[in-house]
Structure formats: C-alpha cells, structure tokens
C-alpha cells in the first residue's frame, strides 16, 4: 500500500478545493469538493462538489452517486462491488445532519466503511446550520480513521462560504 505524503495529502485538498468552487454560492449550502482515492496506489477514481448532481446533493454524495453510476450499481450496493481500500478526501467534515431530510455524508460513509478507510478533512463544518457536529466521532466509531489536512483553512472557508450573508 502506498503511503501517502503530506505532500500528496495537501495536494489532494487543493483538488477538492478547486472543486468546491464549481459549486454555486448559495446562503443555505456551504461549497464543499471532495474526491475518492484508492489508497493503493493513490489514483483518483471519481470528485464531486456540492449542487453539482441534480437535487440538493453534496459532494461527498455526488462522488458515491457518480461512481455507482460508472460501475453500473446504486450508491446502497457499492460495497458489494467496491473492494480495495479508498481514503475521502473533503474540504470540509462530512454533515450529520440534513436539514433536507436527506441521508446525511456521516452515514453515507459508514455505510461504505468495508472499503472507505480514512476521511481526509480541510476544516470542520461551521456551527452555522446544524450546530456542532459530532460527524468526526461517529466515523471513528465505525472503524473509519479521519485526519485533518491544515494549510488551507482560510481558503476553504471562504470558499465554502462565499454567497452566505
């Protein structure tokens, strides 16, 4: 298994980063970017961004939802075709809360924890909507281990941001 740098690390954030600014500024949605990396040999398999699927989708969704799509499933059967570890890479912690309604990222992960072993995070989720979110501690709880990427965290927020009052 390939060890990743932090070299590589940071530099898979500012990819999630320039994703995030395809999404478009909104006052009720934070722009967030996000990718899914085989950690074996650190190739990136599908991105996605906030919006950019049709509905309310975020990012980390619309990585599931295109890659299901790529390999011909649903995002709830992903784990059955999905079997080398990848690591999530997001420029902000996943929600655990929709306001939607919508299933929320924390558990979107889990539900693939068989072969999403480590979440990459730029900057925790503003209290701005949902509160404080307990996002970080459920994914540990399930076996996932979350690292923070520092370095990026004013370009993050501002972009994550931007269309807010």
């Known amino acids: 298994m390939t060890r990743r740098t932090d070299q590589h690390r940071l530099a ?3 990819r999630a980063l320039e994703l995030a600014k395809k999404s478009p500024p909104k006052p009720s949605n934070f722009r967030v970017g996000a990718l899914l990396v085989q950690l074996d040999d650190g ?7 906030t919006l950019e699927c049709e509905g309310n989708t975020h990012a980390e969704e619309c990585c599931f939802l295109k890659l299901a799509e790529q390999l011909s499933t649903t995002e709830e059967c992903l784990t059955d075709v999905v079997k080398n570890p990848h690591a999530l890479y997001t420029t902000m912690e996943p929600c655990f809360k929709r306001l939607s309604g919508k299933l929320p990222c924390v558990e979107r992960i889990i539900r693939q924890k068989a072969w999403i072993k480590e979440v990459y995070v ?3 989720e503003p209290e701005k909507f949902v509160g404080q979110n307990p996002g970080r ?3 540990e709880s399930a076996g996932i281990k979350v690292f923070p990427v520092p370095g990026l965290e004013k370009d993050i927020l501002e972009i994550a941001t931007a269309g807010h009052n």
């Not at 190739?43 to 961004?49: A, K, L, P």
């Open 122 to 124: 730029g900057i925790q």
């Open 43 to 49: 190739q990136v398999i599908t991105e996605g961004y």
């Open 137 to 139: 501690g459920m994914l």
């Open 12 to 14: 898979s954030m500012q």
